[in-house]
């Protein structure tokens, strides 16, 4: 007979205080407490956990429905089994609690410690996450969120410009480039540019190292009939800008800081692996990631952040689920759907999306087989899906074996 656990805790965590619940291993026992969040708090959470189990945290297995936060790191740090469950999979655990659709902390907590009781072996536990782990994926979120705030400038900026100073932007092209902001402070309006001096552009150009224009050329855009508009509007979308330029300067010295932080962090992932550190994930890892065509540093630094316990199990069944490549099939008799997975990481998401369309465009294998399937009718986002889906399985396949991707030979390449 398979020996069963003693006892099963349930979290059901909240900002102020947290509502825990143990059930016996048959069912039959139930233990209830509240606890205010804090060190104290989770402090005296843990002892009350190990004092109704037995004080052998290892044979506890604790569920909560968030894979991270203070929470799971203070149970972890005592030493407990914690597993999560999404909230969607709760939600249809609390239906055999309540078919009326009843929901309370005290009900969240029991079904959370009785969904483990007896479906255990259907979730995974969280396993200890690397502090450089931790680290870059802090980094990486904080630069995903400054591309948005920069995105969101450039177009405010570039809307004002529209009004009244639409040849600058032909001259630049994109407003979010370095030397925009020194060009539009030297000639902020049509005015001021028939009155700048051609060596000003000159030594502009020369300090932003532009060679794809030259000065006389861009004065020559710059002093193009300027559109007439209502008085006032230029004034007032000069200030609109200029407000907006100070924020967009520091959005781009932000960027940079945080792109130096994320080089800095895999290259300590890469040397950890290389000294010989018993990181779970292998030796080589960073490396190997790094060698598959598409990967560059931001889809690297997201897959290692956001998925780092997939990637130490070389789990390609969950990569596929959490990025969303893997279809979902709805049956029932005669009817059959296919559809496009939805419950998806959103980051690892946009991560392999972009993976697979620069692969598309330098790896020739993956460049036929995305030809190959717009050939039988598929969509670009569907193509692209397929893509990265073939490219997570070599992923995998080349961290077992940590080996880097070799590139395919031309007469590979056409066999394939």
């Not at 999979?89 to 609690?97: A, K």
């Not at 049509?190 to 300090?207: M, N, Q, S, V």
């Not at 759907?337 to 959103?346: D, F, G, I, N």
């Not at 692209?384 to 992923?395: C, N, Q």
């Amino acid at each position: 007979m398979v020996e069963s656990k003693a006892w099963f805790a349930g979290v059901d965590w909240a900002s102020e205080a947290h509502h825990v619940c143990l059930v016996s291993g048959d069912g039959s026992k139930r233990e209830e407490r509240i606890f205010r969040h804090g060190g104290a708090g989770l402090a005296e959470m843990a002892d009350w956990i190990a004092a109704k189990c037995g004080g052998s945290a290892p044979d506890t297995p604790v569920a909560i429905e968030v894979p991270h936060g203070p929470v799971v790191e203070s149970l972890m740090d005592r030493g407990f089994a914690v597993y999560s469950i999404n909230p969607k999979q709760l939600d249809r655990f609390r239906d055999r609690f309540s078919p009326a659709g009843a929901k309370d902390d005290s009900l969240d907590a029991r079904v959370l410690a009785d969904a483990l009781r007896t479906d255990l072996h259907h979730f995974r536990r969280i396993d200890p996450v690397d502090p450089v782990v931790i680290e870059l994926r802090a980094w990486s979120r904080i630069f995903e969120e400054l591309t948005r705030d920069r995105t969101r400038l450039s177009n405010r900026v570039r809307d004002q410009l529209w009004r009244y100073y639409p040849q600058i932007l032909e001259a630049v092209g994109s407003v979010v480039e370095p030397w925009f902001l020194d060009l539009w402070a030297k000639a902020p309006t049509p005015a001021k540019a028939r009155r700048i001096h051609r060596r000003t552009l000159e030594g502009l150009l020369k300090r932003h190292r532009i060679r794809r224009i030259t000065a006389d050329q861009l004065l020559e855009i710059l002093r193009a009939p300027a559109i007439a508009v209502a008085p006032g509007t230029t004034e007032a979308a000069v200030a609109h800008i200029k407000s907006a330029s100070e924020r967009l300067r520091l959005v781009q010295r932000q960027l940079a800081d945080a792109k130096r932080e994320i080089a800095r962090l895999i290259d300590a992932l890469a040397d950890s692996e290389d000294s010989g550190s018993d990181q779970p994930g292998g030796q080589r890892d960073v490396t190997v990631l790094s060698s598959l065509p598409g990967v560059g540093q931001t889809v690297l630094a997201t897959l290692l952040a956001e998925a780092p316990q997939a990637l130490a199990r070389r789990d390609y069944k969950a990569l596929r689920c959490l990025t969303g490549v893997a279809p979902v099939t709805r049956q029932s008799g005669k009817y059959k759907l296919v559809m496009r997975r939805v419950a998806a990481h959103a980051r690892l998401r946009d991560a392999v999306y972009h993976w697979s369309r620069v692969a598309v465009q330098h790896d020739p294998v993956s460049k036929a087989k995305y030809a190959a399937l717009r050939g039988r009718g598929h969509g670009h986002a569907r193509a692209l899906r397929s893509v990265a889906d073939r490219l997570l399985a070599v992923a995998c396949a080349m961290l077992r074996t940590q080996t880097c991707y070799r590139p395919p030979r031309p007469a590979e390449n056409h066999a394939a």
